[in-house]
């Protein structure tokens, strides 16, 4: 049985990382999507929040399971069966970035082998972060996300923008 895992912060999942996942649940037997905390990153959503985003997003996808963890990629991988570590690359950069990564994984264990899947150029432009900043600023980015994620980014946003400026309010008195 081929196993997979593709780990990211998802923090929104977009449609590319989607289109990723759809691919690799076509090439492996049984692909888990897993949530991972990125420390140098500030979340918007939760790892709860995201877990509930994804499941929703991959529902018809039935060999795609949603997890979450700590620690080394490559212990999840130990711990789940799992031999193939599957990533996406957008451009010349993530390549170099995830062929170090892939490098100190193999390092980590022999039997981690890294799947690269080439994003659609539909979706090379595209990062979780540079989402957050667009919508932060007004732009409508739903032409990027599922409809659940996208519906919840504009209700998260909107209660950070009442947070704010009840906030303004209490300093203006």
Same mark, same amino acid.
């Given at each position: ?7 990211? *912060?998802?923090?929104?999942? =977009? ?17 888990? !999507?897993?949530?991972? =905390? ?10 709860? /929040?995201? !877990? ?12 795609? *399971? !949603?997890? #979450? =963890? /700590?620690?080394? @990629?490559?212990?999840?991988?130990? $711990? ?12 010349? @950069? +993530?390549?170099?970035?995830? $062929? +170090?990564?892939?490098? %100190?994984?193999?390092?980590?264990? +022999?039997?981690?082998? #890294? ?11 595209? *990062? ?5 900043? !667009? @919508? *932060? ?13 996208? /519906?919840?980014?504009?209700? $998260?946003?909107?209660?950070? /923008? %009442?947070? $704010?400026?009840?906030? +303004? ?5």
């Amino acid at each position: 049985m081929k196993v997979a895992v593709f780990p990211g *912060s998802f923090d929104p999942l =977009t449609l590319g990382h989607l289109d990723l996942i759809k691919r690799g649940s076509a090439l492996f037997d049984q692909l888990a !999507v897993a949530v991972m =905390t990125n420390e140098s990153k500030n979340p918007l959503f939760t790892v709860e /929040e995201r !877990v509930a985003q994804i499941k929703e997003a991959v529902s018809g996808l039935d060999n795609v *399971s !949603v997890i #979450t =963890t /700590e620690g080394l @990629t490559v212990d999840l991988m130990n $711990r789940i069966g799992a031999d193939y570590l599957m990533r996406g690359l957008r451009n010349a @950069t +993530d390549f170099q970035y995830e $062929r +170090d990564i892939a490098a %100190m994984n193999n390092f980590l264990d +022999d039997q981690c082998e #890294t799947v690269f899947f080439l994003a659609k150029p539909e979706y090379q432009h595209l *990062s979780s972060s540079l989402l957050k900043e !667009v @919508t *932060s600023a007004g732009g409508d980015i739903s032409a990027y996300l599922p409809a659940n994620i996208n /519906e919840a980014l504009k209700k $998260r946003l909107m209660k950070r /923008e %009442m947070l $704010r400026v009840k906030k +303004d309010n209490e300093k203006a008195r």
